[in-house]
Structures are given as structure tokens and as C-alpha cells.
């Protein structure tokens, strides 16, 4: 319970500190920009156990190159689930002020996933299931980035395509016999919703 107190509050913070950065810098821009490098992280995806940076190159004015890395470890009772993500992305800036300003972006993500969970038949048999699956999306993103000295601020969401290549299940009974069948991943893939994100971090 302690906690999950101390949780709420280092979130309530961050809101409070990505608002002000934001709208601190939104009345004290500059015109252009003397940065090169930004390192951001999302720290309100640790909420649902996601662990969230992004690295960005300016390129010119208009144009930064970026690289995004996440990794998922959920646990729910006897379920596990942990992911790994990671790929480059390009930001276009219509504003000429890189890294600041609004963006619209387009990222390409290689993804692999293992899902594990005890499962018991009807004679209350134990068995472990572990499936194993890698894919990647296309993410169309568009959203805003303030920067205040070293400090910087963003918030955006978007949507794209999420493909599943296909994986491996396989079961291990009491007995530690382990047994392993290949499926396609077809039927997951597919267009949706990407999330919002809220970020802070540093700019150089």
C-alpha cells in the first residue's frame, strides 16, 4: 500500500513537472535551436510495467532521426509476459525548430514477445505454457516537444499497423517432457490505436 502511494505521487509529479517544462518553454521560445541530441523518457509507462526511452539525432531544422527502445515485464498470478521493442524513426519538424515545436514521425519497430502461464487439466495435472512470437509495426506518430535549457517535454499519440510473423508454444508437463508446435501470427496483426505518450528528459 506504501508502495502504491509512493507511486501515485512520483506520477502526480511528473504530470506536474511535464506541464510546467511545457508551458514554460511554450512562452519563452527561441526562435531555431542549438541542439543536437535529446534523450527522452516516458516514465508514465511504468504504470503498466513498460520500460520507455527514445534517443533523437537533429539532422536540420526540419528533420531528426530517432531510435526507440521499450521492454514490457508484466506478472498477473501465474502469468508472465515480457516484450522487447526496439527500432529507428524520423521526425519531421514544419516549424524549423528541431527538436522543438510540433512533429508528425514515422517509426519502424521490430518486437519479440514470450508469454508463460501453469495451466491444469481436469485431472489437475500441472503444465507450463510458454509461446514465444516476434513481429514489428509501423507507427505513424504526430504530437509536441518544448525544451527549457537542458530540459525537455513532449506529448503525442498515433496509430499504425502491427504484424506478428509467427512463433512457438510450447508445453512442459510434470513430469519436465517438453513438447513444441509452430503457428502463424497472422490473425493478430492488423490497424489500431498506438497510445498517447507524455515524456521528459534531457536535450543537448
Known amino acids: 500500500m506504501f ?10 509529479l511528473v504530470i506536474l513537472l511535464f506541464l510546467s517544462t511545457g508551458i514554460y518553454a511554450q512562452y519563452n521560445a527561441e526562435e531555431g535551436s542549438d541542439k543536437s541530441f535529446c534523450l527522452t523518457w516516458y516514465p508514465l509507462s511504468m504504470i503498466i510495467g513498460t520500460y520507455s526511452f527514445e534517443a533523437e ?27 522487447l521493442m526496439l527500432g529507428p524513426g524520423i521526425r519531421y519538424y514544419p516549424q524549423a525548430r528541431a527538436p522543438e515545436d510540433y512533429y508528425v514521425g514515422l517509426y519502424f519497430n521490430y518486437q519479440t514477445a514470450e508469454v508463460s502461464f ?17 513481429g514489428g509495426s509501423v507507427i505513424f506518430w504526430f504530437g509536441k516537444k518544448w525544451v527549457m535549457g537542458i530540459l525537455c517535454a513532449e506529448f503525442g499519440t498515433g496509430f499504425g499497423y ?5 512463433g512457438e508454444v510450447e508445453y512442459t508437463d510434470i513430469y519436465g517432457n517438453q513438447q513444441t508446435e509452430e503457428y502463424s501470427g497472422r490473425g493478430a496483426s492488423g490497424f489500431g490505436w498506438a497510445g498517447i505518450s507524455m515524456g521528459m528528459g534531457l536535450s543537448f
Open 3 to 12: 508502495f502504491k502511494k509512493i507511486t501515485y505521487i512520483l506520477i502526480a
Open 57 to 83: 539525432i537533429i539532422l536540420s531544422p526540419v528533420m531528426t532521426l530517432n531510435g526507440e527502445f521499450k521492454y514490457m515485464d508484466w506478472e498477473f498470478g501465474d502469468w508472465t509476459l515480457s516484450s
Open 118 to 134: 501453469e495451466y491444469r487439466d481436469i485431472n489437475y495435472q500441472k503444465e507450463i505454457v510458454t509461446s514465444n512470437a516476434g
Open 162 to 166: 502491427v504484424y506478428v510473423s509467427g
